[in-house]
DNA sequence: TTGTAAGCGTTATCAT
DNA sequence: ATGATAACGCTTACAA
């Protein structure tokens, strides 16, 4: 920078000035020193803004895993968002490395970071990353942390769920059997109290009907549905699972048993991962909006960090979320 | 820092040397210092860091899109090996956006960036990524650019590709179709490559088989594998597909059509995207190590950084791709 | 072994 | 309208 101000014969105020247009400089002079910048390939050090200006334009994105497409998708909205605004984007996959997640929070502490949007995908955070949450800016996406008032942006589950198993009775199931989330996931709790209504609303009693809880992963589905096919009693006919991911584990153990989809039995999901509409059968299932999701939260971040938040801790709207009816839910087998 | 300083009652050099044990510093001393930090809840200024070392311990990463679970593996794997040496990845999604690509390449440039790992997904890189080559550190994954003799990590996609063809082949199809990749692009070069190889191995002129060109993107798969089954001429019994992606495709397209794979025709992707496993019939494919691809990029990258490498540019070895062998290949249909 | 002090490249406050 | 100059928070010779 000092030399650009030499080879433009000014000082390097002058120079500070055009670059970032924060002070008066006469036509000419400011020609000079964009010519002398060009001629220098001159690029201001970032470093050293940051270090003045006590801002990095950079936030973090946690997510527990990137191959989740959902959370992938999150991402994308959020670089998206971000990158409009010249600002960086950190990857941070806790799970992926064993890297302790205090280490993540130092980060935002050393300035490093202004923000964070932040995706558990357990419904818990360690004490650094909630500490955080009162000195550094932050904004969950798709969850809530129990006990903490955190800022974040969701989709409207709770109607998805009930959407959804509405249209499954509809069909004309009436024995179904619910393969749930992880209870301490909000987004869990809020898709299990959706079906409930919808059970309510047709007049079944919820609690008949069983919960398999599982952990959001294939495997658990695979698991779950085994259990929830082969137990005593009217073998379900509709499987309501919580997200896409089991309910695909769920279609897995189908095949493996040579049960037919849906003919034998039918099987919702919900996120609607790319992967669902795929599948054979495709997957009848509620959309989660995850990209907009992500652009909406790096979106609220901002306007936290800029301090521009009408007040207190700031939400959004829950985003809604649409069902998609699809092959894997057929009418109920006549009993 | 001259808080931690004074309320050690030391000097803030020794604090520094605590720090990065950069100096020698005696035991009670140190002691001392460390318990300040504590007390005073010190957290360096990363900003003031990277200045002063020139370095940010941050790298970039490049992908075109991070829906496509292989870049996204691809994104773990450099995370995983990042953060494991503490230092930061961005994210950069060029796609996502309409941020010029020479405004990511200020990023290197502006010192924000130690290097960059490259995906262009287009064989292509524009001019500003380009010269960085030079004087930033770059490496590219699974792709390489024509005309650069840039680092670069990717699988053996030559072997895989002559493998998994030389397998079709064994299962007695002789009317075959290639749905190719991108002609630009190395990577589909490589694989045409080995399909042909195969072939000849075989004793079917290469040229003789019919070579489709798409784009790496399932509709264009879908358009392809149409082409491929309606065109004048003996119908293909197996598609050669570059990827799964077009792969899915072509199932799709399979799928409307009522045609059944693999009894009227077979299908053969390549990458094994996660979701290749589910699908019905499960892909036959050839295993690209997406998340070592990436951890390997990010190793190399850091060699450079180090200025460890051994001499100019540096290469690794091609991973090697496995063949696996699914349902959607099936013998021939007796013609 | 420890402290002093000179930068690192910017920005911002002052005089001019 | 412009130019010195003092921070920003840290590292690192160099001196003690």
Redesign the pocket.
Same mark, same amino acid.
């Given at each position: 920078?000092?030399d650009v101000a030499k080879h433009a014969?000014? /000082?390097?105020?002058?120079?500070?000035?055009v670059?970032?247009d924060?002070?008066?400089?006469?036509a000419p002079?400011?020609a000079r020193v964009l010519e002398a910048i060009r001629a220098l390939e001159?690029?201001?050090?970032e /470093?050293?803004?940051s270090?003045?200006?006590?801002s990095a334009s950079t936030i973090g994105l946690v997510v527990p895993d990137l191959s989740n497409q959902f959370f992938a998708l999150v991402a994308e909205g959020v670089e998206r968002e971000a990158s409009a605004r010249g600002v960086l984007v950190v990857l941070c996959v806790p799970g992926a490395t064993d890297v302790p997640e205090a280490q993540h929070a130092a980060l935002l502490r050393g300035q490093r970071l202004d923000g964070v949007v932040y995706l558990s995908g357990t419904g818990t955070a360690p004490r650094e990353i909630l500490e955080l949450a009162d000195s550094g800016h932050i904004v969950l996406v798709d969850e809530q942390i129990a006990g903490f008032d955190l800022p974040s942006v969701v989709a409207d589950g709770r109607r998805g769920a009930r959407e959804i198993a509405a249209s499954v009775l509809q069909m004309g199931h009436r024995q179904l059997a619910v393969i749930g989330g992880p209870a301490a996931l909000w987004t869990a709790e809020q898709r299990l109290a959706g079906y409930r209504e919808a059970f309510a609303g047709a007049g079944i009693d919820p609690d008949e009907v069983p919960v398999y809880t599982g952990d959001y992963r294939m495997a658990s589905g695979e698991r779950l549905a085994e259990e929830a096919l082969t137990c005593a009693g009217p073998r379900p006919t509709a499987l309501l699972c919580a997200n896409d991911l089991m309910a695909i584990g769920a279609l897995e153990y189908c095949k493996r048993e040579g049960l037919r989809v849906p003919e034998d039995v039918s099987i919702a999901g919900f996120d609607d991962l790319p992967i669902a509409a795929l599948l054979t059968p495709r997957l009848t299932t509620v959309r989660q909006p995850a990209a907009e999701m992500g652009a909406m939260a790096a979106r609220l971040l901002f306007e936290l960090i800029d301090g521009r938040s009408s007040d207190g801790d700031e939400y959004s709207e829950p985003l809604p979320a649409e069902l998609l009816l699809r092959e894997s839910v057929g009418p109920a087998p006549r009993g």
């Amino acid at each position: 920078m000092k030399d650009v101000a030499k080879h433009a014969g000014v /000082s390097v105020s002058t120079v500070s000035y055009v670059l970032n247009d924060s002070g008066p400089v006469a036509a000419p002079r400011r020609a000079r020193v964009l010519e002398a910048i060009r001629a220098l390939e001159y690029t201001p050090n970032e /470093s050293a803004r940051s270090l003045k200006r006590r801002s990095a334009s950079t936030i973090g994105l946690v997510v527990p895993d990137l191959s989740n497409q959902f959370f992938a998708l999150v991402a994308e909205g959020v670089e998206r968002e971000a990158s409009a605004r010249g600002v960086l984007v950190v990857l941070c996959v806790p799970g992926a490395t064993d890297v302790p997640e205090a280490q993540h929070a130092a980060l935002l502490r050393g300035q490093r970071l202004d923000g964070v949007v932040y995706l558990s995908g357990t419904g818990t955070a360690p004490r650094e990353i909630l500490e955080l949450a009162d000195s550094g800016h932050i904004v969950l996406v798709d969850e809530q942390i129990a006990g903490f008032d955190l800022p974040s942006v969701v989709a409207d589950g709770r109607r998805g769920a009930r959407e959804i198993a509405a249209s499954v009775l509809q069909m004309g199931h009436r024995q179904l059997a619910v393969i749930g989330g992880p209870a301490a996931l909000w987004t869990a709790e809020q898709r299990l109290a959706g079906y409930r209504e919808a059970f309510a609303g047709a007049g079944i009693d919820p609690d008949e009907v069983p919960v398999y809880t599982g952990d959001y992963r294939m495997a658990s589905g695979e698991r779950l549905a085994e259990e929830a096919l082969t137990c005593a009693g009217p073998r379900p006919t509709a499987l309501l699972c919580a997200n896409d991911l089991m309910a695909i584990g769920a279609l897995e153990y189908c095949k493996r048993e040579g049960l037919r989809v849906p003919e034998d039995v039918s099987i919702a999901g919900f996120d609607d991962l790319p992967i669902a509409a795929l599948l054979t059968p495709r997957l009848t299932t509620v959309r989660q909006p995850a990209a907009e999701m992500g652009a909406m939260a790096a979106r609220l971040l901002f306007e936290l960090i800029d301090g521009r938040s009408s007040d207190g801790d700031e939400y959004s709207e829950p985003l809604p979320a649409e069902l998609l009816l699809r092959e894997s839910v057929g009418p109920a087998p006549r009993g």
